[in-house]
């Protein structure tokens, strides 16, 4: 078996479990004695301490899974109730699927109130000559060791009599390692190696890793859990949490090419992330390092900008908040331009620019000072959606010289730039003549004006859009709009109202044109169906910096319907 997949998977699962959490809380009762109603728990990864300050990944879920299923037994129906549990038994069968263990029978009697995987190294043995060879550890919290010591000891004497074992029992510094030396039974036992460590119980793909962790343990500045960076990262989110993940950046990247170093260890790039359990679903609460700029920068908004209030009730996809020039400075001076983050910003500014040829960052960012709004909206009758965008007039940007650009540049691209009266506004329309024959005379055709993009000047603010229609949309009074939705109140209802802005999808209702159009959110889709599922829409909001750490909360409006 390949480790890397495996690794993934068993991460996917976590995350699943975390998931079905959220999606069972909008059923609880509120007089539920449940520990976990309160968001979770008031503590951090104990097993961080057997982690290297740079171990590229880390989830860890602290408390037991039988917590977390325990939220659907107060759901609102018995349909629902048993649909929760069948799907957390799912989870745990397809995690363990590899493994040959029975996770009711063999694992739930003993097991503890942490569960933590991590990748711990990128090459543990640092041989050249075989390859590179990542380290892999399951650490496992246990409520009662004379149980785990029996579970370990069943396996082993099962594989004993079977004759499927070739184990090597070693002390290392005072604790007991038993591992599978044959490398072709490593292939059908990812996690071969395995000790015991107080109330921990550890699995790893090679005794090596389980020496490295017991060394990081006995040298308290050699892990993670002391290392100031983490410790900085984990004061900044003070609520309750049932689940920690860290992950370094420049390791995270290296890992998943498979590299034996990072290209640039010089760089420090950290994000963790707390997830609590929240009414109607679950909050992630980040903290970033590496980002330079303001150290201490408090959030400049108390409510959704009024640039906000033009995008309709059904747009699916929005991104909101003021000057998106400095925004996009803060971004472009505080990440390195060699880190893993800029690269792919950077991937992505071009993947939209190219289309448009314009460059966004010279031409577009720099006038936007004020509010601005993004947004997607599907058309009634299907085809392609359409874009709106709404931008505040700032005194110091000449805004009719910046609109006379963008018309030259339509015509330049040969389309034809005209006025229009609509909605008692005169809008500038771009269209291109595109001739079309009737199917069934040949001999008859007719010309369709072809809209490629409508601005208009609003009040205080300009406005774009890809078609008539979606401008009609945005500058209509009658029409309704999305932060008049209850679906968007909800949205938010996790998130403080101190934010920078937000940015808003609706899963449900964008899934079939993402994955249509971005071929990455099919394979999102795909590993995280379960999740994707029960997942309404998600909501990110940014709170500023503090001593140097960038803050952001993540909202999962999730439920079983």
Same mark, same amino acid.
Request: no cysteine.
């Given at each position: ?42 503590? %951090? ?46 989870? %745990? ?20 109130? %942490? ?447």
């Amino acid at each position: 078996m390949k480790l890397r997949p495996f690794f993934i998977t068993l991460i996917v699962g976590v995350i699943l479990l975390l998931s079905l959490a959220g999606s069972s809380v909008s059923w609880i009762l509120k007089p539920s004695p449940l520990p976990l109603l309160a968001g979770g728990v008031m503590k %951090e990864p104990i097993t961080a301490v057997f982690l290297p300050k740079q171990a590229p990944v880390m989830v860890s879920l602290l408390t037991n899974p039988d917590r977390l299923d325990g939220l659907g037994r107060f759901i609102a129906s018995p349909e629902k109730r048993r649909r929760s549990h069948q799907e957390i038994l799912t989870i %745990e069968k397809t995690l363990l699927a590899k493994t040959g263990l029975d996770y009711q029978s063999q694992i739930q009697p003993w097991l503890g109130e %942490e569960i933590t995987l991590a990748v711990t190294s990128l090459d543990y043995d640092h041989n050249p000559n075989n390859g590179i060879k990542p380290g892999y550890l399951l650490a496992v919290s246990t409520k009662d060791q004379q149980l785990a010591n029996e579970f370990l000891q069943a396996s082993y004497s099962a594989e004993a009599i079977a004759g499927t074992s070739d184990l090597v029992f070693e002390s290392y510094k005072g604790v007991n390692l038993i591992a599978q030396e044959n490398p072709n039974l490593k292939k059908n036992t990812p996690l071969s190696a395995t000790a015991v460590v107080g109330n921990m119980v550890l699995f790893a793909n090679d005794i090596q890793v389980l020496k490295e962790s017991i060394n990081n343990v006995q040298v308290p500045d050699l892990n993670l859990k002391n290392a100031p960076g983490y410790q900085k990262a984990l004061n900044t989110i003070t609520d309750p949490r049932i689940a920690i993940v860290y992950t370094n950046f420049p390791e995270l990247s290296a890992w998943l090419a498979n590299l034996p170093i990072p290209e640039l260890p010089e760089i420090t790039q950290t994000l963790t992330i707390a997830f609590s359990i929240k009414e109607e679903g679950l909050v992630a609460q980040t903290a970033l390092i590496g980002v330079s700029g303001d150290n201490n920068r408090s959030p400049i908004l108390s409510e959704p900008v009024e640039a906000f209030s033009y995008l309709p009730a059904n747009t699916i996809l929005t991104a909101t908040g003021t000057n998106l020039n400095q925004l996009w400075q803060q971004i472009e001076t505080g990440l390195d331009q060699d880190s893993p983050l800029q690269q792919l910003l950077n991937r992505s500014i071009s993947h939209l620019e190219e289309p448009l040829g314009v460059n966004l960052a010279k031409d577009v960012f720099p006038w936007v000072k004020g509010e601005f709004s993004l947004g997607l909206v599907p058309k009634e009758e299907g085809g392609e959606a359409d874009w709106i965008f709404v931008a505040q007039k700032n005194p110091d940007v000449a805004i009719d010289e910046v609109l006379e650009t963008f018309d030259e540049w339509a015509e330049n691209a040969g389309y034809t730039v005209g006025n229009l009266s609509l909605l008692d506004k005169t809008v500038t329309v771009w269209t291109k003549l595109k001739a079309t024959v009737n199917q069934n005379k040949r001999s008859l055709a007719s010309l369709q004006a072809e809209v490629s993009g409508v601005h208009g000047n609003i009040d205080d603010y300009v406005i774009f859009s890809t078609s008539v229609e979606g401008i009609s949309q945005a500058i209509s009074p009658e029409f309704p709009k999305l932060i008049q939705t209850e679906e968007f109140r909800h949205a938010i209802e996790g998130l403080s109202p101190e934010n920078d802005g937000y940015f808003y999808l609706n899963w449900q209702k964008s899934e079939p044109i993402l994955t249509q159009k971005l071929p990455i959110a099919r394979v999102v889709e795909f590993g995280v169906k379960p999740l994707l599922r029960n997942l309404r829409s998600f909501t990110l909001s940014s709170q500023g910096s503090e001593n140097g750490i960038r803050r952001a909360t993540i909202f999962f409006n999730v439920g079983v319907e």
